[in-house]
């Protein structure tokens, strides 16, 4: 069964500062995996998606990546802003059954000014 | 504009009031799913469907059914709403390869008291 753990759950970090969320998964049978944002209460924003046959990639200042045979990622954001606070979600796509995205329960971002 | 719509956005009710959450999508997706997201669980697929008329179970389809008669549309039914229900409920499209990123509605809060 696919888990998806995200660490750490919780990061604060103050304006302008580089940093890495971590996403890994237990079961490399994956079509995709895509990272997410949500705002408190609100929808899921899709970030980024990474084919499985894909190392990498890039919007603006997050940049994604993805090493599938040790299953992990990792979701970069350059030179943080207070309007990045919110909690990313990373998800995989099984192959097989359902096709469903299973989710991490996140990583909440707290951008100081 | 492509798009996945959900309605009611809100929705307080009471226990056993029969109800139904629409899910509607544009971009003529064979894929279609129901997630609820709970805090502390993160987000869990109920019912998904490969195309019309194909409809089965995912993770926690208990108190839930679901209809697939048009391929646009994907209502989620409660037919006897109970407090454990209560809970974030998101609709996703895709294409029905599983390489291809899943699409978000923008989410239905629903309470029931």
């Known amino acids: 069964k696919q888990e998806v753990t995200q660490i750490p759950a919780a990061l604060s970090v103050p304006e302008g500062e580089n940093l890495v969320l971590n996403c890994s998964f237990t079961d490399s049978a994956i079509y995709n995996l895509q990272w997410f944002r949500q705002d408190p209460g609100k929808g899921l924003t899709s970030l980024l998606l990474?084919?499985?046959?894909?190392r990498e990639q890039t919007s603006g200042r997050l940049n994604a990546s993805l090493d599938k045979s040790s299953g992990r990622s990792t979701l970069y954001i350059a030179a943080s802003q207070p309007g990045d606070s919110a909690t990313y979600l990373c998800?995989?796509?099984?192959?097989?059954?359902?096709?469903?995205?299973?989710f991490g329960k996140g990583t909440k971002l707290t951008v100081n000014p | 504009e492509a798009q996945v719509t959900q309605n009611p956005r809100y929705l307080i009710t009471v226990t056993g009031k029969k109800l139904t959450v629409t899910c509607s999508q544009n971009m003529n997706h064979e894929y279609m799913s129901w997630y609820r997201q709970d805090p502390g669980l993160g987000l869990r697929q109920i019912y998904y469907?490969?195309?019309?008329?194909?409809?089965d179970k995912g993770d926690v389809p208990e108190g839930y059914k679901v209809s697939r008669k048009e391929k646009r549309n994907f209502p989620l039914i409660l037919e006897s709403p109970s407090p454990n229900q209560t809970s974030l409920y998101f609709c996703?499209?895709?294409?029905?390869?599983?390489?291809?990123?899943?699409?978000f509605g923008p989410g239905t809060r629903l309470t029931v008291l």
């Open positions: 998800a995989v796509r099984s192959q097989g059954g359902s096709e469903k995205l299973v």
């Open positions: 469907s490969m195309n019309v008329e194909v409809t």
């Open positions: 996703a499209s895709s294409p029905w390869q599983g390489m291809n990123k899943q699409f």
């Open positions: 990474i084919q499985s046959s894909q």
